[in-house]
Nanobody
Framework: QVRLVESGGGLVQPGGSLRLSCAAS????????MGWYRQAPGKQRELVAT???????NYADSVKGRVTISRDNAENTVSLQMNSLKPEDTAVYYC????????WGQGVQVTVSS
């Protein structure tokens, strides 16, 4: 069983920054990739960014240039630095791990509002 614990969500004004972190523990095995997804009210969950064990990254077009994903393979953590946040970035953000036991985190709320 894999456990993903997220942190770093909150309320921020438009143009502000937040950093989300996710720590994986348990029967992780060999990780294919880790990443972040988000789900806004009334919308489907969507990809934000992913990063492979070799640190290849993939970003949604809506966040390119504003978001950076990084990981620490030794610590099994993945982080998401979000800058120039917009109200449309408001959502619950979920950590994702894909490996022998694919898992989701419980989600953290990010609210961008003045």
């Amino acid at each position: 069983q894999v456990r993903l614990v997220e942190s770093g969500g909150g309320l921020v004004q438009p143009g502000g920054s937040l950093r989300l972190s996710c720590a994986a523990s348990g029967s992780i095995g060999r990780i294919n990739f880790m990443g972040w997804y988000r789900q806004a009210p009334g919308k489907q969950r969507e990809l934000v960014a992913t990063i492979t064990s070799g640190c290849s990254t993939n970003y949604a077009d809506s966040v390119k240039g504003r978001v950076t994903i990084s990981r620490d393979n030794a610590e099994n953590t993945v982080s998401l630095q979000m800058n120039s946040l917009k109200p449309e970035d408001t959502a619950v953000y979920y950590c994702r791990l894909v490996g022998p036991f694919p898992s989701w985190g419980q989600g953290v709320q990010v609210t961008v509002s003045s």
